[in-house]
């Protein structure tokens, strides 16, 4: 564990920050009284008065290890979904260092986030191992895929290197999704014994573009020379644009033709634009329509008539999915043990699953009757019944 601590003046409170990511806040009087002569690495993991935040995004943060009984599927934000093909998802931590105008999940500067997970490495690579054994079991010779992605960048998790480093050793392919930043030439290289291919977000090639799409500073050529260092390494690159209508519609053809002359998808596809989609609870930039699909494959073919991907570039079949634990329209009573992701949401665990249940003024430690209205891809949502 690497910490270091200092006082917050302001909030009178004494501050740890741990592996750069993780902040552990103690009422100043509360130290002083109880824990100042204590060893300072047994208050970080025993205190009970703790606070622990996202030291990135300012959330709430819970860590989430075997000990602390919370299971792994069930929930979009952190652990791992099977989506009944031969790639798991493998999302160890939420919260991103950039603030994308058009972010899906709203990250950065969020209005509709509220709390972050982190899960311990152990403990995600133990059950992603677990489900890959059951996928070997029920198809002989299947490759297994983990892709590590999620709501945020996984490179700001702190143990992404001992999780990768684990996941090489049960996993066929393992995959990254990162939009690049955090990424040096150093870990490039280094990563090369782990990772066969890493999806890379490049939105534009104009920086001022490219930096309107990222709603923060950000430094087009750090991605660019990082995007050249993956394609003339052993890992494959995928280029993964937004395309956001009125913003970045002249860039597209711009990001391809540079992918192309850098060699990337030497194994795999080399793009994966992907079309700009307007969710509920996602950002919104002000003025883009959503083009439907339609419009979108037609506007791809005239640019290069191998944009179009499939599941089958990717090696992505069909196998057995782990069983589901609740049944659509089940009622239950639950406790409600944890925050949720967003405003009026908390989380219920049963059966070795995670519950949401959305729309819920209910506080920790209530008992709630709840009714599943989603159970697709052992994804579980509730709410009151
Ligand atoms: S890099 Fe990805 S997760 Fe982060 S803000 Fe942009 S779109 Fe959202």
Redesign the pocket.
Known sequence: MRYSKFIDEEKKEVVFLVDGVIEVRIAKNIYEKYYAKQNDEEIISLCPYKNIYNAITKRRLYFISERSRVPLIGHTAFGIIDRGTNLLQVRPSTG?????I????D??KSKTRVTDYMVDADYIANKFEEIADFKRKHHKNIAIEAHIDG???PFLYPYIEKLLRKLRDSADIVSIQT?GTLLTKEKVKKFQAYIDRINL?INALNEKTATLL??CHYNLQHVLDIAEEIASSNIDLLLAP?WVPGYNDDEIEKIVRFGRSIGAGKKWKAFGIQKYIRYKFGKKPQGAKAMDFKTFYKKLAEIGNDLKLYPKDFGIVKCKAIPKKFKLGEKIKLRIEMYGRMKNEMIAIARDRIIQIIDTNRKLGDYVNVRIIRNKHNIYVAEEA
């Not at 991103?96 to 994308?100: D, E, G, Q, R």
């Not at 058009?102 to 999940?105: A, P, R």
């Open positions: 991103c260092n950039l603030n994308c058009f972010c899906s999940v990250e950065g709501q945020g960048e939009n977000s990222a709603g937004v």
